[in-house]
C-alpha cells in the first residue's frame, strides 16, 4: 500500500511558476513509477508527467511539453513537479500517482493522492 500527499499548490499568474510536491509512505517507494494526473472543472482526469523509478525516463503530455519537469529524490521518497510559463488552461486539481511500472502509471495508476488545487489566473 503506498500513501501519496500534495502539497504546494495555490494561485499564481499566468507567465509564473509553481513548484508541487508529494510525499510517499512506502519503504519500497524506489520500486515505482510515479507521475501526476490532473482535472480541470467539468473535464475527465488526464495525464501530465510521469517518471520510470531510476528517474532516467521521463514522460509529458503534449500540452505540458518544455514547461513542466518531474523529478524525484528515492532517497526522500518524494516527487515533483515543476511548472513554469503557466496558463489558465492548466488550472487544475493536481494528483500524484504511482504504479508498479511506467506504462501503467501513464494510463491505470494503482494509487493516487488527495489532489492539489492548482489556479492560474489570466
Known amino acids: 500500500q503506498v500513501q501519496l500527499v500534495e502539497s504546494g499548490g495555490g494561485l499564481v499568474q499566468a507567465g509564473g511558476s509553481m513548484r508541487l510536491s508529494c510525499a510517499a509512505s512506502a519503504g519500497s517507494f524506489s520500486n515505482y513509477a510515479m507521475g501526476w494526473f490532473r482535472q480541470a472543472p467539468g473535464k475527465e482526469r488526464e495525464f501530465v508527467s510521469a517518471i520510470t523509478w531510476s528517474g532516467v525516463s521521463t514522460y509529458y503530455a503534449d500540452s505540458v511539453k518544455g514547461r513542466f519537469t518531474i523529478s524525484r529524490e528515492n532517497s526522500k521518497n518524494a516527487l515533483y513537479l515543476q511548472m513554469n510559463s503557466l496558463k489558465p488552461e492548466d488550472t487544475a486539481v493536481y494528483y500524484c500517482?504511482?504504479?508498479?511500472?511506467?506504462?501503467?502509471?501513464?494510463?491505470?495508476?494503482?494509487?493516487w493522492g488527495q489532489g492539489t488545487q492548482v489556479t492560474v489566473s489570466s
Open positions: 500517482v504511482a504504479h508498479a511500472n511506467s506504462a501503467g502509471v501513464r494510463s491505470r495508476p494503482t494509487y
